[in-house]
C-alpha cells in the first residue's frame, strides 16, 4: 500500500486507500485467536500542504476467538480508527523534527503505510477476550462452564483432605 506524496499533492480531492491486508501471521502465536479475517481498509489521503499529509478512516477485522473465563468459542468485529500524519522531511532533520509527535516523519517520496495499519490491529487485539461480561468462568471441579451449570451446583465445592474428612463436622 504505497503512498506517494507527490501524487496526493497534486490530486484535486482525497485519495480514497481501500485494500485488503493478510494479517493472520500478526496473531499467529495466539492460541486462543482461532481464525481472523482480512483488515480492510478504508482510508483517505488528503494533502495539507508543505509536504505533509493526513490519511484518515477506518479499518475492520473480524476474529474467532475463545473465551478466556470459559473456553467458549466467540466471534468479535473490530471497527478501528486510523488518523495519522506524515510530513516528508530531509534525512539530516528526521530526529529533530520528530519530537512533537504531530507527525511520522517519512524521508522518501512514497512509504508504505500498510506497518502501521498492521500496528494498529494487533493493538486492538482483545488480550485477554470474554464471551459476557456475566461470564462464570470453568467450574474447578467439574471443568465445564458454570454459565451452563456443572457438577459443582449442590453447594459443596470444597475438597476435603480425606485424613481431615473427621473433622469436618467438629464445630456442627
Not at 499467529?28 to 484518515?56: C, I
Not at 522531511?89 to 508504505?112: L, P, R, Y
Not at 486492538?124 to 474447578?140: K, N, T, Y
Amino acid at each position: 500500500m504505497q503512498l506517494f506524496f507527490r501524487k496526493v499533492a497534486t490530486s484535486d480531492g482525497p485519495v480514497p486507500i481501500r485494500e485488503s491486508l493478510n494479517v493472520s501471521e500478526l496473531v499467529a502465536d495466539r492460541a486462543d485467536v482461532t481464525t481472523v479475517s482480512p483488515l480492510e481498509t478504508d482510508l483517505v489521503a488528503v494533502s495539507l500542504g508543505q509536504g505533509s499529509m493526513s490519511v484518515e478512516g477506518t479499518l475492520t477485522a473480524g476474529l474467532d476467538m475463545l473465551c478466556s473465563r470459559c473456553l467458549s468459542p466467540m466471534h468479535e468485529d473490530l471497527e478501528i480508527e486510523f488518523r495519522e500524519r506524515f510530513k516528508q522531511t530531509s534525512s539530516s532533520s528526521v530526529e529533530e523534527e520528530d519530537e512533537d509527535g504531530d507527525f511520522i516523519a517519512v524521508t522518501e517520496d512514497s512509504f508504505d503505510i500498510a506497518p502501521y495499519c498492521e500496528e494498529l490491529f494487533v493493538l486492538h487485539v482483545p488480550f485477554a477476550p470474554i464471551c459476557s461480561e456475566d461470564c462464570q468462568g470453568i467450574a474447578p471441579a467439574a471443568g465445564q462452564n458454570w454459565s451452563i451449570g456443572s457438577d459443582d451446583s449442590n453447594g459443596d465445592t470444597e475438597k476435603i483432605d480425606p485424613r481431615l474428612a473427621g473433622l469436618k463436622d467438629f464445630f456442627k
